[in-house]
């Protein structure tokens, strides 16, 4: 089998709008997941067992159990609740949630890693839970976890396909049916590839970036 | 400057059944220096932390002024209000690395006293001065001495106005060299300001250049209580004796 250009190049039109899905299911998830798993993480953190306990159970449910069947339970699940989203919707949630329980995973790391004198500098000083929380906790404890952060951007990336089980046609999928129009698996597969390598190094520059602009303060 | 003595009664705490604080009765006067010394787990650090609002007693009230911070039935205002009046300088300094000492400085002030960024850092630089480091306002702490820190930490303590300073062993985790410069400024303070100050320390020297009354804490009791030159040069009890004569070699 010998690499035919004229058919990579009559493939892109297709894989470009599927590579499209796969951007908007990553930059969307990958939010939710990151915003979502901060709350999450304050829950974790609660003085209150009846909190912290639910909170718990609920990250260890979607943390041990695998994306695929988490999916299918929303995709077939959901309907039966009354509510029928898109495929693309439910991917893009089932994303999210799995996602920010990591994400949560992280930032508990985060704060716990701030000594207890910061909290307790910050209370004698008159600050509020909420002003403890958004000017002494949360920039100290989020630019050390950045790193672990983009890492779960990228696996969420990587994850992707797995939306093909419930109907969305993202890459991968896009690539698998052209390879089984014309069966000439080589070239899209190569494409797709490519493609993520691409897209993970672009990703992760402004993450590098953002990194080391909140590094420049000694510790 | 208002009246707000610290009247402490009754005061008693435990942690997992190890009692600490066993029945402390003591009234610090509007602008007294106490020095508060005793041999280590003797509740010094408990009795500050209870005073900052850090730890709840079992039993007991403490008032700071017309504010009880501690007892039956305080409402979470009063206690609020009370806990606003006490400031407090940590062995470890815990300034906060994330701000340059200009921030740490107005951070409180801005947010709990609602002051603007320019009367902040104002009245910021002016105790930055005091403390000898107001060519250090955009530095960033870790590039600051352990000294240097500390006079950071009394800085951002008076921005707050309080009225009872307390000062957990604040030199202890310096080195030797250092502690001098935090010991002159602590002096140049208690000389010149008002505010009711209670220092915890293991120096005796430092007690005595500040103080103007020196208690003993022991196994959760007062056992001590008088000014420096007579707890150190005639103590009441056999137990001062020999934590003094530990304390000194």
Redesign the interface.
């Known amino acids: 089998m010998t690499w035919d250009w004229s058919y990579a190049w009559s493939c892109l039109p297709l894989l470009w709008q599927a590579g499209l899905i796969t951007v908007l299911a990553t930059v969307i998830g990958g939010a939710l997941a990151a915003v979502g798993g901060l709350p999450w993480a304050v829950l974790l953190r609660s003085d209150h067992a009846w909190v912290r306990r639910p909170a718990d159970a609920v990250l260890q449910v979607v943390r041990n159990t695998p994306l695929l069947v988490q999916l299918y339970l929303l995709y077939y699940g959901l309907p039966h609740l009354g509510w029928s989203p898109s495929p693309l919707v439910i991917g893009i949630a089932g994303l999210a949630l799995h996602y920010a329980a990591y994400a949560a995973e992280v930032y508990r790391a985060g704060f716990s890693a701030v000594?207890a004198?910061?909290t307790?500098?910050?209370?004698?000083?008159?600050?509020s839970r909420w002003?403890r929380f958004r000017?002494?906790l949360v920039?100290?404890a989020i630019p050390p976890v950045l790193p672990a952060l983009g890492n779960l951007v990228v696996a969420l990336f990587k994850d992707t396909p797995v939306l093909s089980a419930i109907t969305v046609i993202e890459l991968l999928t896009r690539a698998k049916l052209l390879g089984a129009e014309s069966f000439r698996y080589l070239e899209p597969m190569t494409l797709v590839g490519v493609w993520f390598l691409i897209a993970s190094l672009v990703a992760a520059w402004p993450l590098t970036r953002l990194e080391h602009r909140l590094r420049r303060?000694?510790? | 400057m208002s009246d707000t003595p610290v009247v402490i009664s009754g005061l008693h705490k435990a942690f997992a059944s190890q009692p600490v604080l066993t029945g402390i009765d003591l009234t610090i006067a509007n602008g007294q220096r106490l020095a508060l010394l005793g041999p280590s787990g003797g509740g010094k650090t408990t009795l500050l932390r209870v005073l900052s609002a850090l730890e709840r007693p079992d039993a007991g009230t403490v008032r700071i002024g017309d504010e009880r911070l501690w007892g039956d039935d305080v409402s979470a205002a009063e206690h609020e209000r009370a806990r606003r009046l006490v400031g407090m300088v940590f062995q470890q300094f815990n300034l906060f690395p994330h701000l340059t000492v200009m921030g740490n400085c107005i951070l409180a002030p801005r947010l709990v006293r609602g002051l603007g960024e320019d009367a902040a850092r104002a009245e910021a630089g002016t105790w930055l001065d005091r403390v000898g480091l107001r060519d250090k306002a955009d530095a960033w702490p870790a590039t600051l001495s352990g000294g240097q820190r500390q006079r950071v930490a009394i800085a951002r303590a008076l921005c707050m106005r309080p009225e009872v300073l307390c000062f957990d062993e604040p030199t202890s985790a310096l080195d030797p060299e250092l502690v001098g410069e935090v010991v002159t400024v602590v002096q140049e303070l208690a000389r010149e300001i008002s505010t009711t100050m209670v220092l915890v320390t293991h120096q005796v020297g430092f007690a005595r250049a500040v103080a103007d009354r020196v208690v003993v804490l022991a196994d959760g009791q007062l056992i001590e209580d008088g000014p420096p030159e007579q707890v150190f040069d005639q103590p009441n009890h056999e137990r001062t004796r020999r934590f003094l004569g530990a304390i000194t070699g």
Not at chain 1, 121 to 127: E, N, Q, T
């Open positions: 000594p004198g910061q307790e500098a910050a209370r004698v000083l008159g600050l002003q000017h002494v920039p100290q303060i000694p510790t």
